[in-house]
């Protein structure tokens, strides 16, 4: 009886923690989108908090109106698409390997592996790099150089070394072969660790865009984070336009950049809950009885 | 077998790189062969002679690329077709734009510049950038191509804009001209004025008085009155009360002493220390890093006046006399120019100088540069000029008043950047050759306030001096202390406002020693030393 009185309290503080914490992440989404729906009359006297004053759509009818942003979100979500396939399929056949005690040279390749996760050559032998290879103003650019992450590989292969052996013995006595093991024993029991990974790397993928800065110039192949960044950084700010010495009476409101963060963010919002399954989902279990 | 069944797995990912790598190659195969002919020529140095060739020689300019929502692809659309047909094909060059973020330039030229892969005319704002590509030997001479192929545009910038551009005695660098050099302003409420029958104050202790009848009388009837709102940003927003203090000194010691250590910019902050105690100023200016709040109190009617950019209350955005009169249709801010010098009695503020910005042509272009120099001397046409500026009448502009006015245009024609600033490099802002003509197109830009744009502009430059240090790249110490130093400086008038009056002192003094311990005096002495390498005694 006791007990059950202070498990309830206990349960009680955790949730009101949990609750706040939610909050902390949700009040500033709530503030954006909600600046995204008031005039800017509202915004500019700060009548503006969690809830949208004098609601207006001509933020997002702009922005949905500007075919570079619709053009940018799509390139942007096959690119994410094709680039965490592709990353998976690296890691995986990377990782796979590396996990087996018997692979020679195994700690010669996971020590150049670590190395890139302390060392990099920098900006401009990195340019140099990809000027090189022709990728420059290539979709190539955005998507070889970031294939293999030496952190989430390494995760996939402690994940990978930490499966009972037993399993794959018994695959092997069955006489499956190791590609045969990999892609219906070893993959099939790490459906939650994929799907973490395909979640780093996607996201990652849509929210960086210090590459495209550097290699595309071609604004067909913008990413819609490039996009934001531009609207948002460099759109005549008050202080470009004192240095430039240009008028600044047509400055970008406030409520239309919120819209295009809320434009930039939704999506990639939406692969959470999809995957959130995955993520829940118990590991293994009961996978070597029976 | 198990091993061999790894190795095959190890195999397959190998296989898995190379095609990876070799996908990368492929469609490049294409590209770089229209690219080799002008970096490899480039490179060597000794590349056709642009005179008889059949063959157009490509001119690479870089474009700001903005992101302007609905624009055009900056490097082809209206405005460089235009450029093409009506000055590459006649010349048989073909010009080339290449983008740019335009808040990550001088990252991007740094990697273009490091890789030799920098367009034939790169641009910057920033002076530091372009004197260590001199110092290094990055750039390329342009005195001869400019006085051969230049005149025009020799005659457009004038030799005291020219000379911001050269070094040792020849020209690295060709520099725009920046028409407002009109930098900062004071407004106030006519209304309020009205109400109360005050004049409109024309010395700083007027202004003072009117301050402290706002705040006495309270004629806008608001929740609380700030008769003069202000920001963090203190040396700015309240720059007239520390000008009302100011003596004259040598340029010298104006370049060296920048602001806190001018003999009187102390008795400046003692003023506002003044008018902080005796409530006349937003009381937490401290906390308005971004001006949000000063905005907010201007929009909703409790600000009697306040200073910044000479045009902040007119501009659309944030929108300060246009969103006020939504709130009190009466409401509106009107321009004024209160501060007198204690000792000449002037109206003493600094300018902007006069220029915008800047064009360099890197080692690697040498062979370009005859082209170059055609290519900004053509720009230098009036009509040329008029027609990037201004573009189609009927399209672009109408013409009111006998000025161009210029109008939105979207889709295939429209402006990327603002007056299309990014094609016309030669100039930053609205221009005409005629001065009272320019002011006026220029209040086109400021709808709904057109009325008070001249006087703002004319107040804003009336006894204004540039900089003697402008041009001057800064100094080491300034690259390694000067956000520390800002920040300081920042404090210094934070804390020392905000305190008792009898204490104004001791802190100020206190604090001016921590600036100097901080890197202060450092740069004290760096200043002293590059104005007389670079400018003498």
């Not at chain 2, 940003?233 to 009360?241: I, T």
Request: some cysteine; aromatic content about 12%; overall charge negative.
């Amino acid at each position: 009886m006791d007990s059950g009185i202070k498990s309830r309290i206990f349960d009680m503080i955790l949730n009101v923690i949990v609750f706040f914490s939610v909050l902390v992440c949700l009040i500033p989404m709530l503030y954006v989108a909600s600046v995204s729906l008031s005039s800017n009359s509202a915004i500019l006297s700060r009548r503006v908090y969690i809830w949208p004053v004098e609601l207006t759509f001509d933020s997002y009818r702009v922005v949905f109106a500007d075919k570079t942003m619709i053009r940018s979100l799509l390139f942007t979500v096959v690119l994410t698409l094709v680039f965490t396939a592709m990353s998976m399929m690296m890691t995986i056949l990377m990782a796979y390997p590396l996990s087996k005690k018997g692979l020679k040279g195994r700690n010669f390749f996971l020590l150049m592996v670590v190395i890139t996760m302390y060392f990099s050559g920098g900006m401009i032998p990195d340019y140099i790099l990809i000027k090189n290879l022709g990728l420059l103003n290539k979709v190539g650019a955005l998507i070889f150089p970031g294939l293999i992450s030496a952190f989430n590989m390494i995760v996939l292969k402690t994940f990978f070394s930490n499966l009972p052996e037993s399993l794959e013995e018994s695959a092997l006595i069955d006489g499956a072969n190791y590609l045969t093991i990999l892609v219906r024993i070893v993959l099939p029991l790490s459906l939650p660790v994929l799907a973490t990974l395909s979640l780093f790397y996607a996201v990652g993928r849509w929210n960086y865009f210090m590459d495209s800065l550097l290699y595309i110039t071609d604004s067909k192949l913008y990413p819609i984070q490039l996009k934001l960044y531009q609207i948002v950084y460099n759109n005549m700010q008050p202080e470009i336009s004192a240095i430039e010495g240009s008028i600044a009476s047509n400055l970008l409101p406030e409520s239309l950049k919120a819209a295009s963060v809320m434009f930039c963010t939704i999506p990639i919002l939406l692969v959470y809950p999809w995957l959130q399954k995955h993520f829940v989902q118990g590991i293994m279990i009961g996978s070597i009885k029976g | 077998m198990r091993k061999k069944a790894l190795a095959i797995i190890s195999m397959i990912f190998g296989i898995m790189l190379i095609v990876t790598a070799t996908a990368g190659c492929a469609p490049t195969g294409g590209q770089t062969s229209t690219q080799q002919p002008s970096t490899g020529s480039t490179d060597t140095g000794k590349t056709e002679t642009p005179t008889t060739t059949a063959k157009p020689v490509e001119l690479r300019v870089e474009v700001f690329d903005r992101g302007t929502p609905g624009q055009t692809p900056v490097d082809n659309n209206y405005w460089t077709k235009w450029i093409q047909e009506n000055f590459g094909n006649p010349n048989n060059i073909k010009v080339t734009f290449v983008p740019c973020p335009r808040s990550q330039e001088v990252d991007t030229l740094n990697v273009w510049m490091a890789t030799g892969d920098a367009p034939d005319i790169c641009l910057t704002y920033d002076v530091a950038t372009v004197y260590n590509y001199y110092k290094e030997g990055g750039l390329s001479d342009l005195t001869d191509a400019l006085n051969q192929y230049g005149a025009q545009l020799k005659q457009y910038l004038g030799d005291d804009l020219l000379k911001y551009g050269v070094y040792g005695g020849r020209q690295y660098a060709i520099i725009a001209k920046r028409v407002i050099q009109a930098n900062t302003g004071t407004f106030i409420r006519k209304d309020w004025l009205e109400k109360l029958g005050l004049p409109i104050p024309d010395t700083t202790d007027e202004f003072y008085q009117t301050l402290k009848a706002f705040k006495e009388k309270n004629p806008g009837n608001v929740d609380k009155v700030i008769p003069y709102a202000m920001t963090h940003d203190v040396d700015y927003v309240a720059y007239g009360f520390f000008q009302t203090f100011l003596e004259d000194v040598s340029d010298k010691d104006y370049y060296v002493k920048n602001r806190l250590f001018l003999p009187g910019w102390k008795e400046g902050a003692r003023y506002l220390n003044k008018l902080y105690n005796e409530g006349l100023i937003s009381p937490e200016f401290p906390l308005d890093r971004d001006g949000k709040m000063r905005d907010e109190d201007v929009i909703r009617g409790y600000a009697g006046s306040y200073g910044g950019n000479y045009d902040l209350a007119l501009r659309n955005v944030p929108g300060h006399n246009t969103n006020l009169k939504k709130n009190f249709p009466d409401a509106e801010f009107i321009p004024i120019d209160p501060f007198t010098n204690i000792y000449s009695g002037k109206h003493r503020k600094e300018l902007y100088d006069p220029t915008g910005i800047r064009m360099i042509v890197p080692k690697t272009s040498q062979a370009k540069v005859d082209a170059v120099i055609k290519y900004l001397n053509w720009m230098a046409d009036p009509d040329v000029l008029f027609f990037l500026q201004f573009g189609e009448e009927g399209v672009h502009h109408t013409i009111v008043d006998g000025l161009p006015m210029l109008t939105q245009v979207e889709g295939e024609k429209m402006m990327p950047s603002l007056q299309n600033i990014d094609y016309t490099l030669i100039v930053n802002g609205i221009y005409l050759a005629d001065a009272t003509k320019r002011i006026k197109a220029n209040a086109f830009s400021y709808p709904g306030n057109e009325h008070l744009f001249e006087d703002s502009y004319n107040l804003a430059i009336r006894d204004g001096y540039v900089n003697p240090g402008a041009g001057l790249i800064p100094t080491d110490a300034d690259a390694k202390y000067g956000k520390v130093l800002d920040d300081k400086e920042l404090e210094i008038y934070a804390k020392s406002i905000t305190a008792k009056p009898e204490e104004f002192d001791a802190v100020w003094d206190s604090l001016i020693q921590e600036y100097l311990a901080a890197g202060g005096q450092e740069v004290l002495d760096q200043r002293a030393k590059l104005w007389d390498e670079l400018r003498g005694n």
